[in-house]
């Protein structure tokens, strides 16, 4: 008995050790780092980023508009203190001025998304006037040189699609096939670059396992096939839009949030078993497929999913990166959420649950180098309405990002999330992101005080 008790102690310890090796959590002395040196090529790109339902106000005719009037089963309102996205930042008719802005810090790239459900508020209707909003949109950033990005799906779905059964059925795929192929050959000539799908793993998590998105399920297997659908949309969008005129002299990629799920006690089993099946799940289904188009998952009682395209590898020009944060979780003895996430004293947090983490973007690109495309950090920010940790926050990442960089890392751009506060989906407008901070009652946009570290590194780093 002794000896088997010692044998299963032997096996525990080594699983311990290959795991803490295989799968280190980098903490850099950042006493000793000296930030000021960054230098970037000529070629590197500065950019902000936004999505349509977070700043253009009156987005009421997709599934988002519909959850932030519903309640969950205990009567409570979906976003927090029962806010709405409402006029938001009204950017639909402030544009012009909130270019200016953009103009004003120095960066030459600015990414937002198109609204699907005011573009083709009806299946198979579009409105021309929506169709020449953005026009007007793309004119004025060319008019300012400043280069149009465009994301084409940021969460949003029209309500028709939705009732469909949205993402949930691949069959349904072809409907925003069809937009995208609609607005592509209205904007291709003027805009060059394209993000298919945002984030298609907080899509699918937060949506049908977290409940924290539309449509708030928690089913765990049917997120994976969302995602999957996802990704089956992304590489369909992606050479459908590469057929078309202008297709070949675009560049059309997909944007993945990468976090790590490091083990909250690394001495403990459970805490790295949960952080496998996490990463696995969110990180690697999505990498796996770009990288073989294979999804290969199976996790008894859980989710299992066996799927090959042979029209996924490679289809995407560059992988768009958004990095925030890395998790620490703590299995947790409860059959559906089997684990939480922890944080410890000496964390430095966000206004989000996040911690300040730069290393986290370091090892991110590190990971997606590994799929040998191109890539552009398409987001990275904080939430700090206190404005306290901003500057840090920017000067830090910006370093790991450069880091990496000096180590070969083929990074094109960078894009702050975000331009201006806005709605912060489930958070509402609590959290507050912006290089400008709102004021939602007059609309005055001002630049932050820690924004100015963005400010110089982006007109000081070349
Ligand atoms: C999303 C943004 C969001 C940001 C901050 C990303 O996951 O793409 O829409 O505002 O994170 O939470």
Redesign the pocket.
Known sequence: MLEFLLVIAIVYIVIIIYFHYQYPELHWDWEKINIQKIKFSNSFFWGTAT?SH?VEGNCNNNNWSVWEKSKDEEGIPRIKNNQKSGLACDHWNRYKEDIELIKKIGVTHYRFSLEWSKIEPIKGQYNQESIDHYSNIIDSLIEKNITPVITLH??TNPIWFDEMGGFEKEQNIDYFVSFCEIVFSKYSSRVKNWCTI??PE?YSVMGYFAAIFPPGKKQPQLAVEVLKNLLIAHTNVYNSLKNLPNGENCKIGIVK?IMQFDPYRRWNLLDWLVCRIADKIYNGITLSYLRNGRININYPFFVKINYKSDKAQLATDFFGL?Y?SHSHLKFKFDLYEFFENKFFDSDTMTD?PYVIYPEGLYRAIKEVEKINKPIIIT?N?I?DSKDDRRGLFIERYIYAMNRAIQEGANIQGYFY??LMDNF??AEGYD?Q?GLYEVDFKTQKRTLRNGSNKFVDIVNGSK
Do not use: L, P
Request: aromatic share 24%.
């Open positions: 999505a977070q940021h969460f945002n984030e907080v949030n958004n925030y989000m987001e920010g939430a999330w975000s912060e989906w959290m992101f």
